[in-house]
């Protein structure tokens, strides 16, 4: 069973930082795939950063410049640095996995149960 483990988030600031991590936890898989996207009430869920074994990294307009992604691969490990915060930032935000599992052909998705990020003063 293929897990993804999200930690971090919370309350902060406008203009302050937060760290959001992502693990893949189980055994005998590979990913594609790994990133964030976030929702807020009354929006569809957006890319915020993601990294895929094909591309560079992506980011979303909105944050472009203020957050930072990066992955441990050796862990299936990402980590969301997210620097200069602002209230329209305050959203669930969600990990994201495109993951094959050992026998199988295709990739599937996979999803984090979510963080809160709010950012308030």
């Known amino acids: 069973q293929v897990q993804l483990v999200e930690s971090g988030g919370g309350l902060e600031h406008p203009g302050g930082s937060l760290n959001l991590s992502c693990a893949a936890s189980?055994?005998?898989?590979?990913?594609?795939?790994m990133g964030w996207y976030r929702q807020s009430p009354g929006k569809p869920r957006e890319l915020v950063a993601r990294?895929?074994?094909?591309?560079?990294?992506r980011y979303g307009d909105s944050v472009q410049g203020r957050f930072t992604f990066f992955r441990e691969s050796a862990k299936n490990t990402v980590h969301l640095q997210m620097n200069d915060l602002k209230p329209e930032d305050t959203a669930v935000y969600y990990c994201?996995?495109?993951?094959?599992?050992?026998?199988?052909?295709?990739?599937?998705?996979?999803w984090g149960q979510g963080t809160q990020v709010t950012v308030s003063s």
């Open positions: 990294y895929a074994t094909y591309s560079d990294i």
């Open positions: 994201y996995a495109s993951i094959r599992r050992r026998g199988y052909v295709h990739y599937y998705d996979y």
């Open positions: 189980g055994t005998d898989f590979d990913t594609e795939v």
